[in-house]
Nanobody
Framework: QVQLAESGGGSVQAGGSLRLSCAAS????????MQWFRQAPGKERELVAA????????YYRDSVKGRFTISRDNAKNTWYLQMNSLEPEDTAVYYCSADRQVLVTTRPDYWGQGTQVTVSS
């Protein structure tokens, strides 16, 4: 059974940092592209960052470029989202995901359950 489990969310003041982790089980993450999405209240879920199996190809949405870094550890079946210089606009539920075929997608094969990130001003 495939499971993705996020951790690392929480509350932080603007300018602070958080590191999200996503641990995968039930499949070999090396075979998948990995993503992080987020959904703020009243807004659609949006792709934040993505990474291929080697880590050499990444995607970031414009609003997080230079502040967020996606990475992965295939040996641990885990990937990460380092979030620095957080802004109140980053407040959302963050979801990790995995897709077998593409780096950038709105409909990945698997989803985690989400972790709340709250940034106060």
């Amino acid at each position: 059974q495939v499971q993705l489990a996020e951790s690392g969310g929480g509350s932080v003041q603007a300018g602070g940092s958080l590191r999200l982790s996503c641990a995968a089980s039930g499949f070999t993450s090396r075979d998948y592209f990995m993503q992080w999405f987020r959904q703020a209240p009243g807004k659609e879920r949006e792709l934040v960052a993505a990474i291929n199996w080697s880590g050499r190809s990444t995607y970031y949405r414009d609003s997080v470029k230079g502040r967020f870094t996606i990475s992965r550890d295939n040996a641990k079946n885990t990937w990460y989202l380092q979030m620095n210089s957080l802004e109140p606009e980053d407040t959302a539920v963050y979801y990790c995901s995995a897709d077998r075929q593409v780096l950038v997608t709105t409909r990945p094969d698997y989803w985690g359950q989400g972790t709340q990130v709250t940034v106060s001003s």
